[in-house]
């Protein structure tokens, strides 16, 4: 995690390299930092809430979560099917 002083100058950098204000811009890098703290447990539940909402059917969804997390930003272990099921409903 950053420490304040680079939050700050990271939101500066932004502010003065793009069309951002000072408030979106320090929005954006909160946001940006939330999404990239996702363990993940996190990932495959935000996942597969959006390709349930895609009508994606279970079997294709836990077979995608798969490969995806292997490529994901965290090293994520190999997950069985169970595994990603437990993840998902407990």
């Known amino acids: 995690m950053l420490d304040p002083g680079e939050l700050q100058e990271l939101v ?3 502010v003065r390299s793009s069309r951002l ?3 979106e811009a320090h929005r954006l ?3 940006v930092l939330g999404f990239l703290q996702d363990t993940p447990e996190d990932f495959v539940r935000r996942r597969h809430r959006a390709l349930q909402g895609e009508g994606l059917p279970n079997a294709a969804i836990f077979e995608r979560l798969s490969r ?3 490529g ?3 090293r994520a272990p190999t ?3 169970r595994q990603i099921r437990r993840m998902i409903y407990g």
């Open 21 to 23: 204000s000072a408030t």
């Open 72 to 74: 994901w930003r965290f």
């Open 29 to 31: 890098v909160h946001e």
């Open 68 to 70: 995806e997390l292997s």
């Open 79 to 81: 997950y069985s099917e």
């Open 12 to 14: 500066g950098y932004l």
